[in-house]
């Protein structure tokens, strides 16, 4: 989620839709997001919406009487699926859908423990219900998991785990400032399919200062070696306000190049493929297509979603929104009665255009060109020409990136929807 909300419109306290909003749902893919703010330490490369016990003014994030606090946070979550499901239980829909997916990202979401996670995926289940087969993930990072953590949440209906690993080499983890140690993410992989999690993924972070192409090499063997069968990989960026970007700046430490990054992306794509995974978005690898995220590509792919937690953000038929984003603002709107949206807005006919191309490009699936106006397929003709699209798929009627595309994924995206 973006380290700084746009404007947009004031949200109504009730957290009532417009009109339409509700037409369809459940006609498409559902999704319930659950942002969990807290961590025990600030990465520093992170401008996501993540606190620290100091940063709260927290003796430790165990307190329980603090309206910050994990405690507090749950008890806020709680009410705000009950307002969830009332919402979307409103004029146009048969009742709130059941969740084809849950996501908990953070945040570091295992800081709450077993006891937190199943408590969340109970006030999930008690506000919409799962649909059969419900993907049910959650991130982690390794050092705030153990195996008894993993087999509680495998039995209590959760599916998939996602570990912050990053790196698997201890230089590129200290620049990071990452508190686990090489093997780490390994082993509870490992561990988390022992446990009976059915899809386990792992986070990579390429380009970071003072790594190099062997550095990653090692890291992505230590993928491999894990059992894992899905990668997300993301070059480093370094965002304002951070504490990499103040070392930039001082000159401690370099920017990334956009030719290295490059050459790492092609690394990754080269060894991910080699060892029998397939990209199917971007920055995305699976070794099958039932290991592929369903909650991502809800996303990709034009789904709703309800986004809970402080700063979570929500798309329901067009209309976007997000919620207040310190844990304390959060819970006390909730516990007086009202909605803790910050801001909403309606996506209008030219963004809605924009987004779904930006987003289904990125997909191995690509994006229908009878979508696109005549400029746009212009564009697409040209960007054929030039390798940037898949000519077989282009001639058949899809915009499909080659690989070379997809390092240049918006660029091509933006010609394609004349933005």
Request: glycine fraction near 12%; charge should be negative.
């Amino acid at each position: 989620m973006p380290s700084v909300p746009p404007g947009g419109e004031p949200a109504p306290a009730d957290g009532a839709l417009p009109a339409g909003a509700l037409d369809g749902l459940g006609t498409r893919p559902f999704g319930v997001y659950v942002h969990v703010p807290f961590c025990a330490t600030r990465c520093g490369y992170c401008d996501f919406n993540t606190y620290t016990a100091s940063d709260l003014g927290l003796g430790s994030l165990g307190a329980t009487d603090d309206p910050a606090s994990p405690a507090s946070w749950l008890e806020g979550l709680r009410r705000e699926l009950d307002l969830a499901a009332r919402v979307l239980h409103g004029a146009g829909s048969s009742g709130p859908p059941p969740a084809d997916t849950v996501f908990l990202g953070g945040g570091t979401p295992s800081l709450l423990g077993a006891h937190g996670l199943v408590a969340v995926l109970d006030a999930v289940r008690a506000a919409f219900g799962l649909r059969p087969g419900a993907e049910v993930t959650t991130e982690a990072n390794p050092e705030s998991t153990t195996p008894q953590l993993l087999a509680a949440i495998a039995d209590a209906g959760y599916t998939r785990l996602s570990l912050g690993m990053q790196s698997d080499v201890d230089h590129v983890l200290a620049v990071l400032d990452r508190r686990h140690t090489p093997g780490a993410a390994v082993r509870v992989a490992r561990e988390a399919l022992d446990a009976g999690l059915a899809h386990v993924n792992l986070d990579l972070i390429y380009g970071t200062p003072t790594e190099t192409h062997d550095d990653l090499r090692r890291s992505l063997d230590a993928v491999l070696s894990s059992g894992a069968d899905h990668v997300s990989a993301y070059s480093l960026i370094v965002e304002e306000g951070t504490a990499l970007a103040r070392r930039v700046a001082r000159g401690e430490l370099p920017m990334p190049d956009d030719d290295v990054l490059a050459d790492r992306y092609e690394i990754v794509d080269d060894v991910l493929t080699g060892a029998g995974f397939g990209w199917y978005e971007v920055s995305n690898w699976a070794r099958t297509v039932g290991a592929r995220c369903r909650h991502n590509l809800g996303y990709w792919g034009g789904g709703d979603w309800w986004g809970a937690g402080p700063g979570a953000h929500s798309h329901v038929g067009g209309t976007r929104w997000w919620n207040l984003r310190h844990p304390a603002r959060y819970s006390a709107a909730l516990a007086a009665g009202r909605s803790p949206a910050q801001a909403r807005e309606r996506v209008t006919p030219d963004e809605a255009h924009l987004e779904q191309v930006l987003l289904e490009l990125r997909t191995v699936d690509g994006l229908a060109a009878d979508v696109l106006d005549a400029p746009g397929r212009a564009a697409g003709e040209e960007a054929a020409r030039e390798g940037l699209l898949a000519p077989e798929a282009w001639a058949s009627g899809r915009a499909v990136l080659t690989r070379r595309g997809r390092l240049l994924a918006d660029g091509v995206a933006i010609a394609l929807a004349g933005a």
